[in-house]
């Protein structure tokens, strides 16, 4: 006889333990405002063509955004220095802007964007008396007053327009391109949530000081790039040049270390000086590879405290739950052993505490 109330206590268990990971899969995939229970069980009189900002459709949207946003804080910094040349901006004025994979990528990154603007007008939010608010007006005066700006900036295609007028040099595309950047603001912003998860937030801190190590070694090369033309050839490129055999040669167009080289040895040099004091292998030689070289080491002291100082709070976090799991279950099993409890209830027993 008790079959059935064991199956029909199954299923409700299953049914809520579903409905939880649903829950959490939701909370986990919205990248926009706090999603509240209350929204859900509201029908919020929305007009047409307006997204409501938990929708599925948004989550979605949420998510293209993010890694449009982490391959344009990767790639612009990457393309602004070592691949914008004299020479690339000669092939443009022949071949055209679409005569390379990777602008024709940007020119896309740019669209979405645009898009994701006209998607911002249309999106609902949370006024301060947590009301959904679905008017376009209203909607319209809040993204103004918030992230308007910089997503607006953010979206401007400046080389497209500068290759246009063709008069600007490529060092001014190459720091204009770098406005995309500042779409790294709301992200960070929206990111916060995951600040409960000691896994997420160490993967976090490691994401962002590899990052960090990447943007500095772009403008290390910068540096190196320009000291080439007047340190009369004592810059790290010259030296890099030296020791692979690949010597710089003006009268030879495309002469010295490749690309990858450079921005291996770029990386490799920030990785090492935001970590330790370097290696010596790759060293500042001008006064202004020097002073860049001073500002990352005070940067890599910061990041080491702020991020390494804290991974064994991190990893003491993730440890926890698992530990109060096992001292819990350490109790009930002496409750079991104690009380000499039979096995069909014991086995109910230890199921229950192990779905809690």
Not at 59 to 75: C, E, G, H, M, S
Not at 79 to 84: E, P, Y
Not at 262 to 268: C, D
Request: one cysteine or more; glycine letters at 6%.
């Amino acid at each position: 006889m008790a079959a059935p109330s064991v199956n029909l206590c199954s299923r409700e268990c299953w049914q809520r333990t579903e409905d939880r990971h649903i829950n959490i899969l939701q909370t986990v995939l919205s990248l926009g405002a706090d999603v509240l229970p209350e929204y859900k069980l509201q029908s919020p009189r929305i007009q047409k063509w307006t997204i409501l900002h938990y929708s599925p459709f948004k989550a979605v949207w949420d998510w293209v955004i993010l890694l449009l946003v982490i391959y344009t804080a990767i790639f612009t910094p990457y393309s602004a220095t070592f691949l914008l040349s004299d020479q690339e901006e000669a092939a443009m004025q022949t071949c055209g802007y679409s005569c390379s994979p990777l602008n024709v990528v940007d020119l896309i990154v740019d669209i979405m964007f645009i898009v994701d603007i006209i998607i911002n007008f249309r999106t609902t939010y949370v006024n301060s008396n947590d009301e959904v608010v679905s008017q376009s007006a209203r909607i319209a005066v809040h993204y103004f007053k918030g992230w308007f700006l910089i997503d607006m900036v953010a979206a401007i295609p400046f080389d497209l327009l500068i290759y246009r007028s063709g008069e600007e040099t490529t060092t001014l595309i190459g720091l204009l391109k770098t406005a995309r950047l500042l779409r790294l603001v709301r992200v960070a912003r929206k990111l916060d949530r995951y600040s409960e998860y000691g896994a997420a937030v160490l993967f976090l801190l490691m994401c962002t000081f590899a990052l960090i190590a990447h943007w500095l070694a772009c403008i290390w090369y910068a540096i190196g790039n320009v000291e080439r033309s007047t340190s009369a050839g004592i810059g790290w490129l010259d030296s890099l040049g030296d020791q692979l055999g690949k010597p710089y040669n003006d009268s030879i167009g495309g002469s010295g270390p490749s690309i990858r080289d450079k921005y291996v040895t770029a990386l490799y040099f920030t990785f090492s000086s935001l970590t330790s004091v370097g290696f010596g292998n790759v060293s500042p030689n001008t006064n202004s590879e020097k002073i860049f070289s001073i500002c990352v080491m005070l940067i890599g002291s910061l990041m080491y405290a702020s991020i390494f100082g804290n991974v064994s709070a991190i990893i003491q976090r993730l440890y926890s739950g698992t530990a109060r799991y096992h001292t819990q279950m350490l109790r009930v099993r002496e409750f079991i052993r104690f009380h000499q409890i039979p096995n069909p209830l014991r086995q109910r027993l230890e199921e229950y505490f192990q779905h809690a």
